[in-house]
C-alpha cells in the first residue's frame, strides 16, 4: 500500500474526490494533514509520496524530489491565503504580526509581500490560536486554507489576498505546493497519470464538487465556493506555473539571507 501526504483543505476537494471517481486511489492510501503536518510526514519517511509546500521542498531538494506538471497555484486571487487585519489598522504600520503554523510556504510569502510591498517592518510570532483572538493581540495575521475562507466572512475585518498581491508583485502565478518523493521519483511515474486523471474529472464536474463542499460544512457561499473552485485553485504546473515558482524561490533566498523581521515560535 502506498502512503500519500495530502492536504486536508478545501482547496485539495476536487482533487481527492477526482481520484477517487478515476480510481486514482487504488493500493494507496491518503494520509491527511495541514501543509506542515504533509511536509513532516515525508521528511520522516510516514509516507513515501507527499503534496508538500513548495518552501519545504526547495529547503530539502537532497531529500525530496519533483513529480513535476502537477501541484496546487494560483494565477491571481485565490481566496485561501490572506493576511487580515482589524480594519481599524492597516499593514503597512503592522508591528506585530501572527503566522498561522501550518504552512512554510505561506510564511515566507507573507513576510515578502508585508516587507516588499506594503513595506512593513513588523516581528512575527507563529501562533496556533482562533482568529478572533489573534486579531486582539497582533496587528496583522496570517490566515491560510478553510480558516482563511472564514475569516473573509467576519466583520470588522480587512483582508489581503496573497494570490493577488504576489502576481501584482511578480505578474506569475504563484505555486503554493508541489508534489515530491523520497528520494528517485521514477518508481511513482504513475502517480502524475492519476493525478492528471483526477483534475480533468474535477475540471468537469464543479456542481458535484460544490455540493459537496457545502455538505461538509465549507464556510463559504454557493457562489464563492463555485468561483474558488473554478477560478482560484489550479492543480497543472505549465511553463508560466513554472517560472512563478522559480521567482518565488529567488524571493524566498533572498528574504532567509538578509535581515528581514524576526520569527519566534
Known amino acids: 500500500m502506498l502512503r500519500v501526504g495530502f492536504i486536508d483543505y478545501l482547496n485539495c476537494l476536487p482533487l481527492r474526490l477526482g481520484l477517487e471517481a478515476s480510481g486514482g486511489l487504488e493500493g494507496v492510501e491518503l494520509v491527511g494533514g495541514t501543509p506542515a503536518e504533509v511536509n513532516a510526514a515525508l521528511l520522516s519517511g510516514e509516507v513515501e509520496l ?3 509546500s513548495s518552501a519545504s521542498w526547495a529547503r530539502n531538494r537532497d531529500r525530496l524530489k519533483r513529480l513535476e506538471g502537477y501541484g496546487i497555484a494560483s494565477d491571481g486571487l485565490v481566496m485561501s491565503v490572506l493576511l487580515a487585519t482589524r480594519e481599524d489598522r492597516s499593514l503597512p504600520e503592522a508591528r506585530r504580526v ?5 504552512s512554510a510556504t505561506s510564511h515566507s510569502l507573507a513576510r515578502l509581500m508585508l516587507e516588499r510591498v506594503y513595506g512593513a517592518s ?9 482568529p478572533a483572538k489573534v486579531l486582539v493581540e497582533h496587528d496583522a495575521a496570517l490566515f491560510i486554507g478553510d480558516t482563511a475562507l472564514r475569516v473573509r466572512r467576519m466583520g470588522g475585518v480587512a483582508v489581503y489576498d496573497l494570490g493577488e498581491a504576489w502576481e501584482r508583485f511578480a505578474g506569475l502565478p504563484m505555486v503554493y505546493a508541489v508534489w515530491a518523493s523520497r528520494g528517485d521519483p521514477t518508481p511513482y511515474a504513475f502517480w502524475r497519470e ?3 486523471r483526477a483534475v480533468s474529472w474535477a475540471g468537469e464536474h464543479l456542481d458535484e464538487i460544490v455540493a459537496e463542499a457545502r455538505r461538509l460544512g465549507a464556510p463559504a457561499a454557493e457562489e464563492d465556493l463555485r468561483t474558488y473552485f473554478s477560478s482560484c485553485i489550479g492543480y497543472r504546473l505549465g511553463a508560466r506555473e513554472e ?5 518565488y524561490l529567488s524571493e524566498d533566498e533572498l528574504l532567509t ?5 524576526k520569527v519566534s515560535a
Open 194 to 196: 492519476r493525478v492528471a
Open 50 to 52: 507527499g503534496l508538500v
Open 98 to 102: 501572527a503566522l498561522t503554523n501550518e
Open 122 to 130: 513588523p516581528l512575527y510570532e507563529v501562533v496556533s490560536t482562533r
Open 257 to 261: 539571507s538578509r535581515v528581514y523581521g
Open 243 to 247: 517560472e512563478g515558482l522559480e521567482r
